[in-house]
């Protein structure tokens, strides 16, 4: 959970699911990656009336400028962050261990206004905006478990991200786990992002030929071009060849379909034999 967007994936049994069909900025990209999936509802998404009259938070967001009118930066807007100020789930004197002053105030006087037009008591649009962001992030998490066959049962859910800096987005993680049936979740540390391993993707081509002999020359003419450039990345890296681990994948359709599995090729030689034995792989997504 960030200021703008809450952004989900899923592990298991200890890899993450890959993508090879996603978009960033309404682009498709046709190149593995972590499969998330994203929803505005983060600490910055701001509260609004559609035009039935129902309440509805985000995908509009308030962005580090003005931010939430909490932040005392020129924002006006209700917002997730305002919302938990409001109710006191926010420490509504300081943030970040006193080193962040909020105007718990303004994030009030924001809610209030919202709460004029809806006809309700201030606290109760302010749990409403809780409630409504909870649900969008309940459904996002849907999307990459029950919707793609896996119980959230099985799962623990892990929270982490830039909402961190205002302790609201533990209290979001754990409020939803509920509404997807998770395991209590677990906030790891930032650590991580500094100790993971480095994962260059290297795109091959794309023949799009049958898997038979014909296409052998192609597919080790790909493969033998990749390992060198593979290679010569790590060598810049400073990755020492003791740490180093190529994993090749071949994006297959089975004939008629139009979209792709992808499938781990072991590191051996391209023959028509080997070649033929791809349809018999495990796909990895």
Request: charge should be neutral; hydrophobic fraction near 35%; proline fraction near 6%.
């Amino acid at each position: 959970m960030g200021g703008t967007s809450t952004d989900v994936s899923l592990i298991s049994e200890g890899a993450v699911q890959i993508g090879i069909d996603s978009k960033v900025a309404g682009y498709p990209i046709r190149a593995p990656m972590i499969d998330i999936n994203t929803v505005g509802a983060g600490g910055g998404s701001i509260a609004w009336i559609d035009s039935g009259g129902h309440l509805k938070v985000g995908p509009r967001s308030a962005g580090a400028e003005p931010g939430p009118a909490g932040y005392g930066r020129g924002g006006t807007e209700a917002t997730v962050t305002d919302a938990n100020l409001a109710l006191g789930i926010l420490n509504r004197e300081h943030l970040l261990g006193g080193r962040m002053p909020v105007d718990a105030g303004a994030a009030d006087r924001a809610v209030e206004r919202l709460a004029s037009e809806l006809g309700l008591e201030s606290m109760a649009v302010a749990e409403g905006i809780l409630s409504i962001v909870n649900v969008n992030m309940g459904r996002a998490i849907r999307v990459i478990s029950i919707e793609r066959g896996y119980d959230p049962r099985d799962f623990t859910l892990i929270a982490f991200g830039g909402a961190d800096r205002s302790t609201q987005r533990g209290w979001h993680e754990n409020s939803r786990s509920p509404a997807c049936s998770s395991r209590p979740s677990r906030e790891p540390s930032a650590l991580g992002l500094l100790l993971s391993d480095l994962q260059p993707i290297f795109p091959g081509r794309s023949p799009g030929q049958p898997c038979r002999r014909r296409c052998r020359t192609t597919s080790s003419r790909d493969s033998g071009r990749s390992k060198p450039r593979a290679s010569a990345w790590l060598d810049r890296e400073g990755v020492e060849e003791a740490d180093r681990r190529l994993r090749r994948i071949a994006d297959m359709r089975y004939i008629g379909q139009n979209y792709e599995l992808a499938i781990d090729v072991p590191d051996y030689d391209l023959t028509p034999s080997t070649l033929s034995e791809f349809s018999t792989l495990p796909c990895r997504t």
